[in-house]
């Protein structure tokens, strides 16, 4: 019988390290119809220079990425969505224009490593731009 070389590929799949402290957004978010929103994801010092991403879906194993920096301060668009690093203040925002109703989910902004990435969720909510409702 000969020998035979047995090859195991390590499957290729998006692990998160979820609600690491090493990179933190808001909890929730709350946007307006057609308006725009930003957020704001603060990361540790020392990751200045990696990627940073913005993902959605409530499984952080199948999110889907929106955005993703390239590892640059240099900003990057997405159709309705921007991403922007800023190294002196360690953290990174991401804007949604053009709201939709539909754009309401839970997102992730995390940051791409070796191993495994870091991530943090953001519950966004958008509400219909013509209120009916008064607040008084
Ligand atoms: C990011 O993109 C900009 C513009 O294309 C480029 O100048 C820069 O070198 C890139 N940075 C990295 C880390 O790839």
Redesign the pocket.
């Known amino acids: 019988m000969g020998g035979k070389t047995t090859c195991l590929l390590p499957a290729l799949f998006l692990l998160i390290i979820p609600g690491s402290s090493a990179v933190s957004g808001p909890k929730a978010v709350r946007g307006v119809e057609r308006d725009s929103l930003t957020v704001r994801c603060r990361y540790n010092p020392g990751f200045e220079?990696y990627v940073k991403w913005w993902c959605r879906g409530a499984d952080w194993n199948s999110c889907r990425f929106v955005v993703k920096t390239?590892?640059?301060e240099?900003e990057v668009k997405q159709g309705h969505v921007s991403i922007k690093d800023n190294w002196k203040d360690h953290s990174f925002t991401v804007t949604m224009e053009k709201l939709r109703l539909d754009d309401s989910d839970t997102y992730w902004c995390g940051i791409e490593r070796i191993g495994a990435d870091l991530g943090d969720p953001v519950e966004v909510t958008i509400v219909p731009g013509k209120s009916m409702c008064v607040w008084t």
Request: no cysteine; glycine share 20%.
């Open positions: 220079p390239n590892g640059s240099m």
